[in-house]
């Protein structure tokens, strides 16, 4: 019986153990959109002497923000797929790249750091009557960052610092619209600091925001 008893118990542990894991797997299971060649998402601006094309994707509706767990419109922040492609047979450096968003008001907004978003989804700004620029219900609770959420916004962020002959490389810019009605339309992002291989930098790329809005619904 006691044999018996002990062999029942190391059978829980192990089972706990196997649920941990999993658990633990599970935490960081946050999936990348796929990105095509920029040129084919609306607002895009490509330089094609430099046989370079920039576009961004923002994620602006419930549907398109299923692909994280986090709502970040509800804490004002909205992320931005950002695609850099290089169609060229020399890579291109983005490692001095800065990205500026430019809103109709002239507001100029440049991506939130990671320690900014901790900050904000831990400890959001209690505003009454705030009303935020997206479609979403206002239910900022303050609280604390999981594993899951962790992952997330750090394996979400564009992070690439050179794109290779005839690639694309990807990720999500977050900006801080809290307070802002209606940031996308006439708004542009520009971007400067991509280089060639030889160093020398590209045109600077300007990306209407518009574009987004007129092919939203194509």
């Known amino acids: 019986m006691n044999l018996l008893k002990k062999w029942t118990s190391c059978s829980f542990l192990v089972a706990c153990s196997i649920l941990a894991a ?6 960081k299971d946050f ?3 796929v990105a095509r060649p920029a040129k084919t998402y609306p607002a895009h601006d490509e330089h094609p002497d430099d046989k370079a094309t920039i576009a961004v994707d923002p994620y602006d509706t419930r549907e398109k923000a299923k692909v994280f767990t986090i709502d ?5 922040l909205l992320p931005v797929f950002f695609i850099v492609t290089n169609d060229g ?9 800065q990205v500026t968003f430019t809103t109709a008001n002239d507001s100029r907004l440049t991506p939130i750091s990671t320690e900014d978003i901790y900050r904000r989804l831990t400890n959001p700004h209690e505003k009454e009557n705030q ?9 900022k609770v303050k609280g604390t960052i999981n594993p899951k959420q962790r992952d997330e916004i750090e394996s979400s962020q564009f992070a690439a610092k050179a794109v290779e002959p005839h690639g694309t490389q990807s990720g999500f810019l977050f900006f801080d619209f809290e307070g802002i009605p209606d940031p996308l339309k006439g708004a542009t992002i520009s971007v400067t ?5 030889k160093g020398n930098e590209l045109m600077y790329f300007e990306i209407s925001l518009d574009k987004y809005l007129n092919g939203r619904g194509k």
Do not use: C, R, W
């Open 89 to 97: 047979d020399q890579p291109i450096s983005i490692a001095n790249m």
């Open 22 to 27: 999993a658990v633990g797997v599970a935490a």
């Open 131 to 139: 009303t935020l620029p997206f479609p979403f219900p206002n239910t």
């Open 31 to 33: 999936v990348k959109p």
């Open 72 to 76: 970040f419109p509800e804490h004002g």
């Open 193 to 197: 600091g991509v280089n060639d291989a």
